[in-house]
């Protein structure tokens, strides 16, 4: 096949392309085997084909004149237009010029002044890339200093016509651009617009700063170091990862506000790490420095935030009155786990578009600050990255500052990272990154004023590398002269930007010397009369819970327990809703057999399974406005083939999604497959769910013990957010759990970790009365392993219907699904009904409430799919001596249920089965919660509790399934031994 054919049927774009490259072989033909020639034959035949031939050598290398392809190889194009070019020498400068012009573009970040100190290179390479010296396209200096070159249109001196200019000129124009205090990386992009909009915006003579905003700078400045040396001077040996040599943060992230708000952003969510957070919290989002003096002297009302200062966040508001805007600012807090925080800024964010109808999501964004070395190491970052352009995901650009101290905790870049800079990572998205040095606040200003531009012209992710340096060590007590004695000896001879920036604003008179010192003074006495005030201010009322959450209790005062069933009408009307498939979803025909199937069950209102109930639950919620999230691996099918809440057409893209037509004013309903994350997606999940309480949202692991690689947010955030900043949070995490011979990696969620991290004490028996029980409202979170479809529903509706929210920990059945046992009836979810924290003795044989059974000679207490294995023992074996309750709510414990049902069994020892090894599942934690329930019975006051499991191991579950069963039927055994 010829190669212009190849070019063609290798994407339908390139059709477009063959006149283009049937008009290069006329050339060629033309002008015989010169290289020059056919370059300019073929330049002159149109303005624009230059690109034409560039994008059909880009399809098909083989498809161009051997002189293009040459010419393309080497990075070069023609100008837009050679009209002006009377001779071959001239075209061939024209085709340098394009060579140079496109390395400056390309690697002039490589050699841009970047470095305040002088001593490092922000991409790890000290040599000039070979195509920016003019050597390598035959020219030298001074030599051809004047010579006349042709340059095609360009912002750099004509955009909209070629021009002829000193070859010397060009050079110093495109190194004003590319390798100043700027470096730009951005031709990568494979958008030409976007590029193109990059190159005016960067290549175009930028306007001078006005004097106010010179000095609105030098204001930022000022209070930036200011802040910084207060602290230092007054608490020299408290640690406050200070934004020393880093200030012109400062100002930079006060001009993106400001270029935000004129965009028409309502609301900014921040994320951060601690370097520079208390100047950020102090100038950036106005805490008063009261507040920050009173907690560096340990004086904090023990009710409010229970964290170190500089992991702490804030909400506030920024008017501008001279344009009649406000911006909303949000600082979520983190923990010191760099860049946990960026999934969580994202979820947040994409939860308050959502709920403000903010489809082009315009008026809210996300503003992430990193770390260098965490940017380029954590992989949370590539995680978070990943989720910029999913369509259940995307918050519409993301805009990444790195504070780029260039080392790590004491580890020098070239030990941290293998790319030449920190930032590379955003190129998989097409990010364009702004490098910038940090003693520059105007080029600073410059660029988080392209970069807010940018984001909220494309809607897409961009990076502001600000390349400072670190003037104490990793906290303000650490020797860093240790591991970087020259850097530190250069930052102690280093002038601050401050002094830097003053001295250049003198020098062109812009201020005078009185003014500056002023300034000075201003802040400084501010300083000390908040210093003054600190031991006796009163911070307002602590707002720690959104305007979204006004009706909801921020303290524990008592939440009385709420039946969730739903009339029997309401739950069959719903049921056949989403349960009737319509004929032009064109589903696939066994999906429709178990759509059908469910449609029986909810006409005869009996054998509901698992999947059913959960989709009436999402129903319901959704038909009385609550929205509903789903969220994970595969979430849309479901990992064992069980939910089916999307329907693919089966001849065409279509979906169709049955809780999307629940009613007409319905709430909206959202399930989407995560990519394959479960840290970042968890995160993003987990900050979704704290904007709105009036929801709920799911996260599913694909098997329950893949969630252990995001443990970092299920212990920093999670488990621990209301402890530690007070935030509430309703998020509920399904994770598949239960041991079916599938090996180490697919049988345990994990169980021990979730208990391990519940804060409640095992020897306490909590106040248990219907109306004052305190016992969710005060622990951490919930721990769940129902074991009936009814169950699953009441505990999803009940995690809307509180007025207060704590995490649902939700440990979820894969056999169970489909066993003939487990199964519901609608009356089991009708008004009058609720979530059952424990499910006594079933068999009227071995137990008829109220009356005890003496001749029962164990009770066996379990949580999960043990249960339908023991009671599959006991019929088989017609015993009748033994009685099982099972312990739905693990956490907080049933205290008061265990004890009345151990009391209907007087001579009964008590026993605890599980499945897991004694070192892991719920044994520790229920063994001495038992005790204490069973401290309070008439019967077994002082009894302990027996164990009936695998024996302690140090891996969950073995991997041959024959060992398996073997395992399975001695610790189901023992329980009736």
């Not at 880093?246 to 994320?271: D, K, N, Y």
């Amino acid at each position: 096949m010829h190669a212009l054919q190849r070019a063609a049927r290798s994407s339908p774009r390139n059709v477009r392309l063959l006149s283009t490259s049937a008009a290069a072989a006329a050339v060629a033909r033309r002008a015989g085997s010169s290289s020059r020639q056919v370059l300019a034959q073929g330049a002159r035949m149109s303005s624009t084909y230059a690109a034409r031939m560039r994008e059909a050598w880009s399809a098909d290398p083989a498809s161009v004149h051997p002189a293009w392809r040459k010419h393309f190889e080497k990075g070069g194009a023609l100008p837009s237009t050679v009209d002006n070019l009377s001779s071959e020498s001239d075209l061939e400068d024209a085709l340098k010029v394009d060579r140079l012009v496109r390395a400056y573009q390309v690697r002039g970040h490589n050699i841009s002044q970047l470095d305040p100190l002088g001593i490092m290179d922000a991409d790890l390479d000290g040599a000039v890339p070979p195509e920016l010296n003019i050597e390598n396209y035959g020219w030298s200096m001074p030599r051809d200093f004047d010579r006349i070159v042709p340059v095609g249109p360009t912002p750099l001196f004509n955009p909209t016509a070629p021009s002829n200019v000193k070859l010397g000129v060009l050079l110093k124009e495109l190194q004003r651009v590319y390798c100043t205090s700027v470096g730009a990386e951005y031709i990568y992009i494979s958008d030409s617009k976007q590029v193109e909009w990059l190159r005016s915006r960067l290549e175009v003579p930028y306007k001078p700063l006005s004097t106010e905003q010179r000095k609105s700078v030098l204001n930022g400045l000022i209070r930036a170091e200011g802040f910084e040396k207060f602290l230092q001077k007054k608490f020299s040996t408290e640690k406050r990862f200070g934004l020393d040599g880093g200030e012109a943060l400062i100002p930079g992230m006060q001009t993106m506000i400001r270029r935000s708000a004129e965009q028409g952003v309502e609301l900014i969510v921040f994320g951060m790490a601690h370097r520079g957070r208390l100047n950020v919290l102090h100038n950036v989002m106005g805490k008063p420095l009261a507040a920050i003096l009173k907690e560096f002297q340990h004086l904090v009302d023990q009710d409010n935030e229970d964290d170190v200062k500089y992991h702490l966040g804030m909400s506030t508001d920024v008017e501008f009155p001279d344009i009649k805007k406000s911006v909303h600012l949000s600082l979520l807090a983190n923990p010191s786990h760099l860049e946990a925080v960026n999934p969580v800024v994202e979820g947040k964010v994409r939860a308050e578009q959502d709920l403000k109808g903010d489809h082009e999501r315009k008026r809210v964004m996300p503003v992430v600050i990193h770390g260098d070395a965490a940017f380029s190491g954590q992989g949370i970052v590539f995680e978070t990255i990943g989720l910029a352009y999913l369509p259940a995901y995307t918050t519409g650009g993301t805009i990444h500052i790195v504070i780029n101290n260039q080392i790590g905790f004491t580890t020098d870049p070239r030990s941290s990272r293998s790319s030449p800079y920190c930032t590379d990572i955003a190129k998989i998205v097409g990010a364009p990154i702004l490098h910038v040095n940090g003693d520059d606040p105007e080029a600073v200003h410059r660029c988080f004023q392209l970069a807010t531009d940018w984001r909220q012209t494309f809607g897409r992710d961009v990076v502001v590398d600000v390349v400072c340096y670190r003037r104490y060590g990793h906290n303000e007590s650490d020797q860093a002269m240790f591991t970087q004695p020259r850097m530190c000896q250069t930052i102690e001879a280093h002038r601050p930007v401050l002094a830097l920036y003053s001295e250049s604003l003198l020098k062109e008179n812009v201020l005078t010397p009185d003014e500056l010192e002023a300034e000075r003074k201003k802040y400084d006495e501010y300083c000390q009369q908040q210093s003054d005030a600190a031991p006796t201010y009163r911070p307002p009322a602590p707002v720690y819970l959104g305007s979204h959450w006004r009706s909801y209790k921020a303290k524990v005062h008592g939440a009385p327990i709420r039946d969730t069933g739903v009339p029997l009408d309401v739950l069959q009307e719903t049921g056949l809703k989403i349960n009737t498939v319509p004929k032009e979803a064109n589903a696939n025909h066994k999906l429709v057999k178990v759509y059908d199937a469910r449609l029986q069950s909810i006409k005869t209102g009996t054998g509901l399974d698992w999947a059913t109930c959960e989709a009436l639950a999402f129903a319901t919620l959704l038909r009385e406005g609550f929205p509903v999230r789903v969220a994970g691996q595969d979430v849309e099918r479901g990992t064992f083939s069980h939910r089916h809440a999307v329907l693919h057409d089966q001849a065409s893209p279509a979906l169709y999604r049955p809780l999307e037509h629940v009613a007409p004013k319905q709430a909206p309903f959202t399930i989407c497959n995560s990519h394959l994350s479960e840290y970042a997606a968890l995160g993003f999940e987990f900050g979704y769910s704290m904007t709105n309480p009036d929801q709920l949202v799911c996260w599913e692991a694909q098997f329950g013990d893949f969630a252990n690689t995001a443990q970092v947010m299920i212990d920093q955030f999670i488990s621990s957010s209301h402890s530690k900043w007070k935030r509430q949070n309703g998020l509920v995490m399904l994770l598949p759990h239960g041991y079916e011979g599938m090996g180490p990696e697919h049988s345990s969620a994990r169980l021990e970790r979730f208990l391990q991290m519940c804060d409640d004490d095992e020897s306490v028996y909590p106040v248990m009365d219907h109306v004052a029980r305190k016992q969710i409202e005060e622990g951490n979170w919930q721990v769940v392993n129902a074991t009936t479809p009814a169950n699953l529903f009441h505990i999803l509706r009940r995690q809307v219907y509180r007025d207060f929210r704590r995490p649902l920990i939700m440990m979820t059945p894969k056999s169970l699904l489909r066993h003939p046992l487990v199964k519901s009836n609608l009356a089991d979810m009708q008004l009058g009904t609720r979530f059952l924290r424990f499910i006594p003795e079933t068999d009227p044989t071995i137990f008829t409430d109220p009356k005890p059974n003496p001749s029962v000679r164990r009770l066996v207490l379990c949580s999960g799919k043990v249960y339908y294995d023991l009671l599959e023992k006991r019929q088989k074996s017609k015993i009748t001596d033994v009685a099982i309750g099972r312990i739905e709510q693990i956490s907080p414990f049933p205290y008061d249920l265990v004890h009345r049902h151990a009391d209907n069994f007087p001579n009964a020892e008590i026993m605890w089965c599980q499945e897991e090894p004694r070192n892991m599942g719920a044994w520790t934690y229920v063994a001495p919660r038992i005790e204490t329930a069973l401290s309070k019975s008439i019967h077994h006051a002082n009894a302990s509790v027996k164990y009936a499991g695998r024996r302690l191991s140090g891996s969950t579950a073995t991997g041959d399934k024959y060992m398996h069963g073997d395992e399975q039927a001695a610790l189901v055994g023992r329980a009736f031994a």
